[in-house]
């Protein structure tokens, strides 16, 4: 599954549970569990269920039969329990004998006919009804979209197929479907499995019949349906379907159509074809989450449906999720988690396998900036450095965090790396055949892994995955010019204690003469540690860890002159990014400025030049903005042309800038350009900026991007005049993703305005999910305590999904320690204080780091200029 709701330049990097995991604020007042954090005992094995639902649109109900064929586990068995949670259970047989049955709030309880012993079977049949809170959702028509397609769609992970289906609700059981959906004649479904017929019924329905005959776990059950475009692909003459909200069909080749090269792609790496009788990918709206992988029938946003003018725009377009989710149908739906302890055995590959389309389908210098930026989003996540992926400790926070996901992820890369290709392979095709349509820990991928390749992973595993945190180096170099010889210092800095330890890791060194580069390989293992290395006269160049192929962090004692010699002559994408963040510590340099400059327009990598251009912005200073506009005419990619357009928001001394930045927003080829160079105008809170947004908002462009920029950059302008339009259009009526922007900039605008709290906290009652998001984290960033108790209320409802509970806790946290800085006699809170990681958060961090930065710049030039560079 991939989790957030907002997209990142390059890909989708759905990130609200990476949030959610840093939210250590329990609040008692909730009934909210946790996941269950360990595999639970069985008294029975599921199956096959024969599911049959009808739906009362009216009143969002759902009216359903279930069938369960179950074994019995334990001799002596009196009782079997479902999950349900409520369902109004009308009626239950065993056997077809009726039966007796008690209800909890959570649990359907059937008493067996006599104790049963083990391996003896039972069909219960239940009949129940009920409004589903979680878990199947009713996306309907109603007095503000009155021509929304009508949708239902489910949404089961972790814990929510209990909320419209009594069942057996935990990973680690496995079952067999029938799902039989009666719908209105014109509508289309999608379940797991092959279509087996559609019928016609007596009151003007039709019924669709699906059969799933490969077992999965309950979670992965998926029930959609609605009015629908479909379009047909096959693979290998299995059928690949495509399906969008009536009217959008259009949209679903132009963003889609590479999945079958994908699933070519994994088929033929793992040597396990694609397991699924189908695969088909249905985008829905107002969806909880970026994607869901049900077996055989992935579940996306529809939001992933992007406009055919922008998607040149967005390098890889929407692959990363289309990626991630097929390759759940191997890691997550063939072969599951038995517990959710366990869940970065679905996440990591999943994500390791977003790589592995993009380095076979992209340049190589594409997939090595995904990586690289991979690994900043992780190491940029303290909150996460003390977790190992593996815990069951998530009772605070979630397990679908970037431990999961993004740590997960680049784990496997590095052990591919370091067992090599066909070892990694090997042991992966052994790791499915012998636990296909099984329930695996991670002790199982070790096994196979040694079993396959006679190799032992264990001391890797145990540091990676088991342990917590990565390797923090301090790296410096002496050369002896008698002994040909430098002696590298190796240090590991990260603080040992909890499951952080010492890591111990294969390090490629490069060492770069005047005669050319020799590689040469090392091994670390201690705290500090020196190595003699050959070097035939004084090293123009060294690197630690050439092409950034381990999760770390690390300080390289360098001279100026070696970091400008890396940024020019580093083969690697990762070691010029690496020199680009050295040098762009270095400020009030113009050599330095100049160097990242010319990276700017003449790397090879248009991923380097976007670090670059990040670089300058950050330098911030009248060189660097001059830079940045001189490289506008030299990068014509749309998606450089965003980065310098964004790093120029945080140019204030070079008087050009604003009438660059209004003279692009107003035209430029590029919609992510002309919108960013609206945002920026707001941070640099130009003179017209006001005027020049005004007329944005009004203004057309593919998907409202133009209109939405301009109503978030509203936000980062501060002035109060643009309060009336920004509630205008943060009204229900108005596009979603329009008002996510417009409730957003309104949360920053008049915070003492109590009527405008008010106004955002009657959005959090919302069924539109994304619009949830956008009035909690505005309530959240708005410092005003009065809207604490409408966010408890939302917490105490029993609608939440699985990411939105941490969240909203974060954000009540946050009001609550700038309300009582405040009773203390302190300033006014620092909303940007708790970490969050939002598109929104982290340019307010930004640009208060820039006004304290240019402060202190005019009092420290004429200190720096006396000082020796490091």
């Known amino acids: 599954m991939m989790i957030a709701w907002c997209r990142s330049a390059n890909r989708i990097r759905w990130a609200i549970l990476a949030l959610a995991a840093v939210a250590g604020m329990a609040i008692a007042s909730t009934h909210l569990l946790a996941d269950e954090p360990y595999a639970r005992n069985r008294d029975y094995d599921l199956q096959h269920s024969r599911i049959a639902l009808r739906f009362d649109l009216e009143q969002k109900r759902v009216i359903g039969e279930v069938t369960h064929t179950l074994a019995i586990l334990r001799d002596g068995t009196s009782k079997v329990a479902f999950d349900s949670v409520g369902l109004t259970i009308q009626s239950v047989t065993v056997n077809k004998a009726p039966a007796k049955f008690e209800s909890t709030a959570s649990k359907l309880i059937v008493p067996l006919p006599a104790p049963a012993h083990s391996g003896e079977k039972f069909d219960v049949d239940i009949r129940y009804g009920g409004k589903p809170a979680k878990g199947l959702y009713f996306i309907l028509p109603d007095k503000n ?253 979630s397990e679908f965090d970037e431990n999961a996901y993004g740590k997960g992820g680049l784990v496997l890369y590095m052990l591919r790396q370091q067992i090599g290709e066909d070892a990694f392979y090997r042991g992966l095709r052994h790791y499915l055949e012998i636990y296909r349509g099984k329930n695996v820990v991670t002790a199982d991928l070790i096994g196979a892994i040694e079993e396959a390749n006679h190799i032992n992973v264990q001391q890797f595993f145990d540091e990676w995955i088991y342990g917590a945190g990565a390797p923090k180096f301090e790296v410096g170099y002496t050369y002896e010019e008698s002994k040909h010889q430098i002696a590298l210092t190796v240090k590991q800095t990260q603080k040992v204690e909890g499951r952080v330890g010492i890591f111990h890791v294969p390090v490629d060194v490069e060492i770069t003469t005047a005669s050319g580069a020799k590689l040469r390989g090392i091994a670390v293992s201690k705290d500090a540690e020196t190595f003699l290395l050959h070097s035939d006269s004084a090293p123009l160049m060294v690197l630690f860890d050439k092409g950034g192929q381990i999760l770390k962090s690390v300080e390289f004692h360098k001279q100026k002159k070696e970091w400008l010699y890396q940024l020019k002559n580093a083969s690697e994408l990762a070691d010029r990014a690496e020199a680009v963040q050295a040098l762009a510590k270095m400020k009030n340099d113009d050599e330095v400025v100049a160097a990242l400059g010319s990276a700017l327009t003449t790397d090879k990598a248009w991923g380097l030049r976007d670090i670059a251009a990040d670089a300058l912005g950050r330098i911030g200073n009248a060189t660097a903005g001059k830079q940045l506009l001189d490289a506008l005419d030299a ?236």
């Open 145 to 397: 979209y009155p021509n929304r397609p009508k949708q239902i769609w489910s949404q089961g992970e972790s814990e929510d197929t209990r909320y419209y289906l009594p069942t057996y609700d935990y990973p680690n059981d496995r079952l067999t479907t029938e799902t039989i959906l009666t719908v209105p004649p014109s509508w289309i479904t999608v379940a797991n499995g092959k279509l087996i017929n559609v019928t016609k019924t007596g009151d003007d329905m039709k019924t669709w019949t699906w059969r799933e005959s490969l077992p999965s776990s309950t979670y992965l059950i998926t029930v959609v349906a609605g009015e629908f475009d479909e379009v047909k692909h096959a693979w290998h003459g299995l059928p690949v379907t495509y399906y969008a909200p009536k009217g959008r069909g259009d949209r679903l080749l132009p963003n889609y159509e590479r999945t079958p090269a994908m699933m070519e792609l994994f088929s033929k790496k793992l040597g396990v074809e694609y397991p699924w009788e189908k695969y088909a990918q249905v985008m829905v709206d107002d969806f909880v989450a970026g994607g869901m992988e049900n077996s055989s029938a992935t579940t996306n946003t529809s939001s992933s449906l992007r406009d055919a003018k922008l998607i040149r725009e967005f390098p890889g377009d929407e692959d990363p999720l289309i990626s991630h989710e097929l390759a759940h149908q191997w890691f997550g739906d063939l072969v599951t988690c038995n517990d959710w302890g366990n869940i970065w055995l679905n996440e990591g590959f999943a994500t390791f396998f977003e790589m592995v389309w993009s380095e076979s389908h992209y340049p190589k210098e594409q997939a090595d900036y995904e990586r690289w930026n991979a690994v900043q989003e992780w190491i940029g996540q303290a909150s996460l450095y003390t977790k190992p992926i593996v815990r069951h400790d998530f009772d605070d926070s």
């Open 635 to 870: 990068n014509a990619q749309p998606y450089v042309r965003n980065h310098i357009v964004s790093a120029l928001g945080s140019v204030k001394d070079e008087p050009k800038v604003a009438a660059k930045l209004s003279a692009i927003a107003r035209d430029d080829a590029s919609y992510r350009a002309r919108g960013n160079a609206l945002q920026s105008l707001g941070k640099l809170k130009a003179p017209n900026a006001l005027a020049v947004l005004t007329a944005e908002v009004d203004a057309d462009s593919p998907d409202d991007f133009l209109r939405n920029a301009a109503l978030r950059s509203l936000g980062y302008l501060g002035d109060d005049k643009g309060v009336p339009l920004l509630r205008e259009w943060a009204a229900p009526g108005k596009a979603i993703e329009t008002r996510q922007a417009a409730i957003a900039s309104l949360g920053r605008l008049e915070k003492g305005n109590k009527e405008i709290t008010a106004q955002i906290a009657g959005y959090l009652t919302e069924s539109h999910y994304s619009v949830r998001y956008a009035a909690i984290y505005a309530l959240g960033s708005r410092g005003d305590a009065s809207a604490i108790p409408a966010l408890q209320a939302l917490l105490k409802g029993d609608d939440l999904s699985i990411e939105m509970a941490p969240t909203v806790k974060k954000q009540i946290a946050r009001l609550q320690k700038e309300e009582n800085g405040k009773a203390a006699g302190g300033e006014e809170g620092d909303t940007e204080k708790s970490g969050e990681v939002t598109e929104q958060g982290i340019a307010q961090r930004l640009e208060k780091l820039e006004h304290l930065l240019q402060e202190m710049n005019d009092r420290l030039k004429s200190i720096e200029s006396r000082l020796p560079q490091k």
